[in-house]
């Protein structure tokens, strides 16, 4: 009498992607970002747009408020490209974070029925965004053209800094996605969270006026690291790769391996209190 094998799955210790299972699940991962990016614009009358929106109007609303009224410094530069600069990895990383945080709820039918990586919901919730960054980036490009302003020789690095910010969304995002499918209030935490780490990050403002001595402490916000290598790379200005960078990219490091564990802690008990 023939049996089916008896597969068991169960929770892997320590920090373990199994990237072979990862691959063999490729498909489900494509299926996901699209579906993301396709439902972001479905029956919305601007479409992409929204991915400009949001960066823009709040750059319009910081060049008033703290460009002309406060005269806050923008490292030479004027201010909107100073302010929209920054707000372009901001914005993806903001999106970022809010939707990996809500992945494992809105899922939840997928997670109770069938077997799949969970880490899949939180990596695509975080790439989906790239178009929008795209769009972004593209508007920024356009602006600088306006102001007669022309990337300098270290673009070359700027790919460094955009995965960068991935990372820093992907390893908030394992922690936020794992403690909100347990904790329900962590999606009421998250946008708190996200309006004051806006302020904490160098904006509105330049690094510069972050006194030196406590710029390597500064550099425990990742987002600082990012905003101002972004700057660096794309403008010539900010704050060069130095201490308060590998600050950052050491946190990030840090917060990505925790949030990997972390996320494959609760992966065993997700399906069963979601």
Known sequence: MNHEPTIIIK????????????WEYRELFYFFVWRDIKVRYKQTVIGAAWAVIQPFFTMVVFSIFFGKLAKIPSDNLPYPIFA????????????????STNTMVANQQVITKVYFPR?????????SGLLD????????????LFYGIYPTANMVFLPLFALLT????LAVGFWTSA??????????????????????????YPSSLV???????YGLNPMAGVIE??????????????????VSVFIVVVMFTGGIIYFQRMEGTIADVI
């Open 11 to 22: 929770p892997r210790p320590g920090l373990s992607l199994k990237f072979k299972e990862l």
């Open 84 to 99: 929209y600069s920054a707000l372009v990895p901001w914005t993806y990383f903001a999106n970022s974070l809010t939707n």
């Open 119 to 127: 880490v899949i919901l939180p990596v695509s919730a975080v790439l």
């Open 133 to 144: 960054f795209a769009i972004a980036f593209a508007v920024l490009i356009a602006m600088m």
């Open 166 to 169: 991935i990372a820093t969304a």
């Open 179 to 204: 403690a909100n499918a347990i904790y329900r209030d962590v999606r009421y935490i998250v946008p708190f969270l996200a309006q004051f780490w806006l302020f904490a990050s160098p904006i509105a």
């Open 211 to 217: 006194p030196g001595k406590w710029r390597i402490l």
């Open 229 to 246: 290598g972004f700057r660096w790379a794309l403008l010539g200005k900010g704050e060069p790769p130095g201490p308060m960078l590998a």
